[in-house]
């Protein structure tokens, strides 16, 4: 059986809000694990103009967690990585490598404010993609913006943009609306990656599995072992995935 990769967790222990400690750390990664998971790439908050630790020290609890993880699972990976809110600042940082982007490739996980005008979005876009990186999308659903736009989500697509949704949506009640739109996204080949965004072992825990249980019910097999597996495994790779 295929492996789950998850791009988006916030397991790095006492560096944002998400894993206190290592013993949270390592809980998360043991229900992940349970779930199949196999790989994850490490994505702490990154505030442009309000760094909490320097990139060193977040290499340095990176490759602890990364030696912890290896003592109990030898066959679980993990990728360094950022989540990068967007503002006047971050594509210097980028270029600079002072933040990271998704496992050291030119893929770029990018986060706007909820309420940002669309203007926003594809202005990190242009400037991500004129740069050389592969933007993606953290949360899209959360963007009001885009929230039932299909035409404006498609138009940041063609600008070379991949879209992120959370597994949150897809394991919520059966009338959820947002589940229904983000199904529709992936139906239509607009949404490319699925990351559980977790944070801890309770609200917000690993729950990558319960997702593509359920994708896997509505979704063609091409395009489902695309979201899950194929996507996934190309960006560790650095490798350019379609776009649809």
């Given amino acids: 059986m295929a492996h789950y990769i998850d791009v988006h967790s916030h397991i790095l222990p006492?560096?944002?809000?998400?894993?206190?400690?290592?013993?949270?750390?390592?809980?998360?990664?043991?229900?992940?694990?349970r779930q199949g998971v196999r790989a994850m790439v490490a994505t702490p908050h990154y505030y442009p103009g309000h760094v909490k630790y320097p990139k060193e020290y977040?290499?340095?609890?990176?490759?602890?967690?990364?030696?912890?993880?290896?003592?109990?699972?030898?066959?679980?990976?993990?990728?360094p990585g950022n989540e990068v809110y967007y503002r006047e600042g971050a594509f210097e940082k980028l270029k600079g490598k002072r933040v990271h982007t998704m496992a050291d490739t030119a893929y770029v996980l990018l986060e706007f404010f909820p309420g940002a005008h669309i203007n926003v979005l594809t202005g990190a876009v242009r400037s991500c993609v004129d740069g050389g990186f592969y933007p993606i999308l953290a949360h899209i659903e959360r963007y009001r913006c885009l929230w039932k736009?299909?035409?404006?989500?498609?138009?940041?697509?063609?600008?070379g943009a991949y879209m992120q949704v959370n597994a949150e949506n897809f394991t919520e009640g059966l009338f959820s609306a947002q589940r229904r739109w983000c199904l529709k996204l992936a139906r239509e080949g607009l949404m490319h990656f699925i990351g559980s965004d977790s944070h801890n072992t309770n609200d917000r825990c690993p729950n990558l599995k319960q997702a593509a249980d359920y994708l896997k019910g509505k979704?063609?097999?091409?395009?489902?072992?695309?979201?899950m597996y194929e996507n996934p495994g190309k960006l560790l790779k650095g490798e350019y995935l379609r776009n649809a």
Avoid: N, P
Avoid at 14 to 33: C, H, L, R, S
Avoid at 149 to 159: H, S
Avoid at 219 to 227: C, G, W, Y
């Fill in 14 to 33: 006492g560096v944002d809000d998400g894993a206190k400690d290592m013993d949270m750390t390592m809980e998360m990664i043991d229900e992940a694990y």
């Fill in 58 to 79: 977040l290499d340095s609890v990176f490759q602890e967690t990364v030696s912890a993880v290896k003592e109990k699972y030898d066959d679980f990976m993990i990728f």
């Fill in 149 to 159: 736009d299909e035409k404006a989500v498609e138009e940041l697509v063609r600008m």
């Fill in 219 to 227: 979704l063609d097999e091409d395009t489902f072992h695309r979201i």
